[in-house]
């Protein structure tokens, strides 16, 4: 098992509406279950562990791009949405913000009664994981938020927060069970964040003589190769700017929906609900479930599926939202029937619009489509924390891509 990465991020305060949080665990689910159906219950604890395509997620879920309330919210919609079918699906989640962080380990031992895996040694998992990034590694961040992702195999991944109130930020760490060979000899791959002075950390390799005089938490095992350790940190200004997005792979999400629609997917083009500004959102919902961990380095490019609750990019398209939604689920419900051509067809999305890069040479429209987007916002049931998008004074021009 390893430490696998971590994402930086400014602290923000506030809430979920209503309206946004159900659509969250709805989408939440449905992508679970895609990738589950295609790739295994492990491939989902692969992809939590990873802390850009876990931004990326958030965002294609409609939450700010860039804050620290992505963390709870994306772990509070997929607890809502993965515990009620986990006997089928395989995982559970266990844990959250606060109080239900302490709560974790007698979920976890009811869990092991429940399903036969070791809940004891998942407890013990569980606070050394938060030990180490709390205790072990003094960078700052004080933990409030633990969540546990166990399979039925044992397999298990931790998503955890912590924060600084002096430098406004929050830290977010991930961990995934196959890797870590040790909880105290040099379990993360690497650290990353902005230089805060001095910090103690216990558990680098050099630290050996004073840990074990300190601990001698688990006996040393032979070193693996770790595989790439994931760095992430997301800048304080609210607005997604240009130089926040790989702007070849945006703008090929935007031509293969605008300008490209390719011919194979005339059947999905026909269905009901699915014009341009859907299949924008499905191209990217497609890649969260699909794309290969090298595509989530610019997660900011993933709000472009469904905007965010403060306005940035734009407002979020509550009616695309739930096509979204519709398509993907009957999508995925088809699939476990037999019937696989809607699914298949949402998964092509990922490799049309990859396929479409190459050619792509990105001008300098990209502010002009977000005001674009902000101005038909209202068009797609646009809403914010603030309230529901109006028509604008005055429409934006017809765009180029090109």
């Not at 039925?152 to 961990?175: C, F, I, K, L, P």
């Not at 950390?201 to 003589?209: F, P, Y």
């Not at 790439?228 to 703008?251: C, F, I, T």
Request: hydrophobic fraction near 40%; glycine fraction near 10%.
């Amino acid at each position: 098992m390893k430490r696998a990465g971590h994402a930086d991020m400014p602290l923000h305060y506030g809430h979920v509406p209503k309206w946004l949080a159900e659509r969250m665990t709805s989408l939440g689910g449905a992508i679970v279950e895609a990738i589950v159906m295609d790739y295994g219950k492990s491939a989902v604890l692969q992809r939590l562990s990873d802390p850009c395509w876990f931004q990326a997620l958030g965002c294609v879920m409609g939450m700010d791009w860039h804050s620290s309330g992505i963390t709870t919210s994306v772990m509070g919609a997929l607890k809502r949405a993965i515990n009620p079918m986990s006997d089928a699906l395989g995982i559970y989640v266990c844990g959250g913000r606060g109080s239900h962080s302490r709560k974790t380990p007698e979920e976890l031992l009811r869990l092991g009664d429940r399903t036969g895996i070791d809940g004891v040694a998942m407890v013990q998992h569980s606070r050394l994981a938060a030990k180490v990034d709390n205790t072990a590694i003094q960078d700052g961040f004080q933990l409030y938020l633990h969540n546990f992702i166990v399979t039925d195999d044992g397999e298990w991944a931790v998503v955890q927060q912590g924060m600084n109130e002096v430098s406004r930020t929050a830290r977010r760490y991930h961990w995934h069970a196959p890797t870590v060979s040790s909880f105290v000899d040099a379990p993360h791959a690497g650290i990353y964040g902005p230089n805060q002075g001095m910090i103690l950390n216990l558990v680098h390799r050099e630290a050996d003589v004073t840990r074990n005089s300190i601990v001698d938490m688990v006996r040393r095992e032979a070193a693996d190769i770790l595989p790439a350790y994931k760095e992430l940190v997301m800048p304080h200004h609210h607005e997604v700017r240009a130089k926040d997005v790989q702007l070849k792979r945006l703008g090929a999400v935007l031509a293969l929906s605008y300008e490209r629609p390719p011919g194979d997917f005339e059947s999905l083009l026909l269905m009901e609900g699915v014009g341009p500004r859907t299949l924008q959102s499905l191209t990217l919902v497609s890649e969260v479930i699909h794309g290969t961990p090298s595509r989530f380095t610019d997660p900011a490019r993933f709000s472009f599926a469904h905007g965010g609750k403060d306005g940035h990019p734009f407002p979020v398209p509550t009616k695309t939202y739930d096509e979204t939604i519709g398509i993907l689920r009957g999508a995925v419900y088809k699939a476990k029937i037999g019937q696989r051509d809607k699914h298949e067809a949402i998964r092509s999305l990922a490799d049309f619009s990859a396929s479409l890069e190459k050619d792509f040479i990105p001008n300098n429209q990209f502010d002009q489509w977000v005001q674009h987007e902000r101005d038909t916002s209202y068009l797609y049931g646009g809403r914010t924390v603030m309230g529901k998008a109006k028509p604008p004074a005055k429409e934006s021009g017809q765009l180029s891509l090109f």
